[in-house]
């Protein structure tokens, strides 16, 4: 096991404050079921002997709380122990997103939807088992064992010493079973279960596609073929445990042999009475049931293991050298860089709906490549005055995006990248990104209204204000004719056009004020009829106090931008 996942497993079980609780109440349960057992042996052997009632009473007496304490014992057990138990995976689930959020969203590329998360979700939910199924339980009852043994040794040593050497051999005999058994099974159902998942999810997400080709019914083959694969490795484990279910059972009947055969001489000398011979041979059925708890548990741990591993490793330990990371003293945010002696917020020039003036900047013998990948930008040299607009072109894969990348700090580069003079890899990427934001050339549309798809630029927002950065954008109309800002847009947009995700994509980017903007592709899943309408109403949109560092693949009219920058090759050439 590893360090990352023997800390995962740490982290899944509740600090020993928390946990002593449920441990005590699981020791009142299992310790009132055998002392239940204990009561009902005793006072029926005795009830036989037909003495005075009052010599029953407290039999019944403990027949009535025991068989009473069982039951709510168990019940604050469960409820005290879930709730420590989720209040870790919590703990753990926000750890993954803490550990993901440097990473995203150029670091996570790689990585599969579907299996990231099922991790997320179904490996750190089989977490809770290593508390509710394996340390808890299994910590009662041993210490539960301990006690019934000890009591059972004040009555008769030798059968006490009989009935611990059963359950220590039926104990190791089941475990070793169950681990043969289903070992290999166990191992599996963790990553057969996000295989499964990753596969209906990329299933669904590229139906359209896979209908097209003639393809989706070969792909949901290939999900019943996981399905068949995950379905044959449970039903393994579920069998390796009813086969060590029915050892603990047998566990029970041998042990009530062997304290039979042993207890009877003492019976017969008389070192013992009736009802004290009838508690020693049916407690240790009673003590087989709580002894089960153990190897339940000890294979709740192995499977629990698993996933946590896989937990460990949903996200890479350490920030590949392509993805930026927040320096270790940054600066003071750039918003408030100094400039000509005076700070930005006191510059002139900031139009209304700009946070500030917008910064210059100047990118020299520039770099860069995606985790993994080759360097795809070279020696880019670039100047961006405060206000200017310009038009980066070149072929498919040439570096236009990566560039982007590079300006909004979602990449590490080499070379220079100043803002007003200052390095940007000395502030923290969420600083810059304060400052220069992008509009994606696929913009993420939530699953829900346009006002919500608005809001998390600016959560303090109007209606009125959003309906006025809508109209800035062209969307007025459209938006009136849905319904308002009410409207949904469907998962991923899917009930917008692109063009219009593009609009709403800038909207949003409006209102979170960014003095900067660049604008990556923003007509390609735009008609090319309505390509340059739209390129000429989002630049309008964005005003002259912005600057635009807007890339297309196609041409653009050369009257809505003041230069262009050819790139390819992973070099640029910059054209007035």
Not at 173 to 197: D, K, M, T, Y
Request: hydrophobic share 50%; glycine share 8%.
């Amino acid at each position: 096991m590893s360090d990352r996942t023997r800390s995962v497993m740490r982290r899944a079980v509740p600090a020993p404050s928390r946990l002593a609780l449920p441990v005590l109440l699981g020791v009142a349960s299992a310790g009132s079921t055998i002392a239940l057992l204990a009561c009902s042996a005793w006072l029926i052997a005795r009830a036989a002997e037909q003495p005075p009632v009052l010599y029953l009473q407290l039999g019944i007496v403990g027949v009535r709380a025991f068989a009473l304490g069982r039951a709510v014992f168990r019940y604050l057990e469960r409820l005290t122990g879930h709730d420590a138990s989720f209040r870790q995976l919590a703990s753990i689930r926000a750890g993954i997103f803490e550990r993901m959020l440097p990473l995203a969203p150029d670091g996570l590329r790689t990585s599969r939807r579907g299996e990231l998360l099922a991790r997320f979700v179904g490996d750190v939910d089989e977490l809770q088992n290593v508390t509710l199924r394996a340390v808890q339980p299994v910590v009662s009852a041993v210490l539960v064992l301990i006690a019934a043994v000890t009591a059972l040794a004040m009555l008769a040593p030798a059968a006490a010493v009989a009935v611990g050497a059963v359950l220590a051999i039926g104990l190791l005999v089941a475990l070793l079973a169950e681990r043969a058994a289903a070992g290999r099974a166990e191992r599996s159902i963790a990553p057969l279960r996000g295989a499964l998942q990753a596969a209906v999810v990329d299933h669904v997400q590229a139906l359209d596609v896979l209908v097209a080709f003639d393809a989706a019914s070969d792909d949901r083959a290939r999900i019943r073929a996981i399905g068949a694969n995950l379905e044959r490795a449970t039903r393994t484990r579920s069998a390796s445990a009813g086969a060590a279910a029915a050892v603990v059972t047998a566990i029970g009947g041998f042990a009530t042999l062997a304290s039979l055969l042993v207890a009877w001489p003492a019976l017969a000398a008389g070192g013992i009475d009736g009802p004290e011979f009838a508690v020693l041979c049916l407690v240790p059925l009673a003590i087989a049931e709580v002894a089960g708890a153990i190897p339940i548990g000890l294979a709740a741990w192995r499977v629990a293991r698993v996933s946590a591993a896989r937990v460990a490793d949903a996200v890479p330990d350490s920030v590949p050298p392509e993805i930026p990371v927040a320096p270790a003293n940054p600066l003071a945010g750039s918003t408030e860089r100094q400039h000509d002696g005076r700070p930005d917020s006191d510059r002139s020039g900031a139009a209304p709906g700009v946070r500030d003036a917008p910064p210059a900047i100047t990118l020299t013998s520039v770099g860069a490549a995606w985790p993994g990948g080759p360097a795809v930008l070279e020696g880019l040299d670039l100047e961006l005055a405060p206000g200017e607009r310009l038009l980066v072109q070149g072929e498919s894969g040439s570096g236009k995006t990566t560039l982007a990348h590079v300006l909004v700090r979602f990449l590490e580069y080499r070379g220079s990248y100043r803002l007003d003079g200052v390095e940007a890899r000395t502030l923290d990427p969420a600083e810059v990104r304060r400052t220069v934001g992008l509009v994606e050339q696929r913009p993420w549309l939530f699953d829900e209204d346009i006002r919500q798809n608005l809001l998390f630029a600016r959560p303090a927002a109007s209606d009125e204000e959003l309906l006025e950065v809508l109209d800035r954008v062209g969307l007025a109309d459209w938006v009136a004719e849905r319904g308002g800002l009410d409207a949904r847009v469907g998962e991923r947009g899917a009930l917008v056009s692109g063009g219009q995700a593009q609009r709403i994509a800038l909207a949003r980017a409006m209102l979170a004020q960014f003095p900067v903007l660049v604008l990556d592709e923003p007509t390609a899943n735009v008609d090319p009829d309505r390509a340059d309408a739209l390129l000429t109403e989002m630049l309008g949109a964005a005003g002259p106090e912005r600057s635009v560092v807007l890339i297309a693949h196609a041409g653009v009219d050369p009257a809505l931008v003041d230069r262009r920058l050819e790139i390819g090759d992973g070099r640029a050439v910059v054209l007035g």
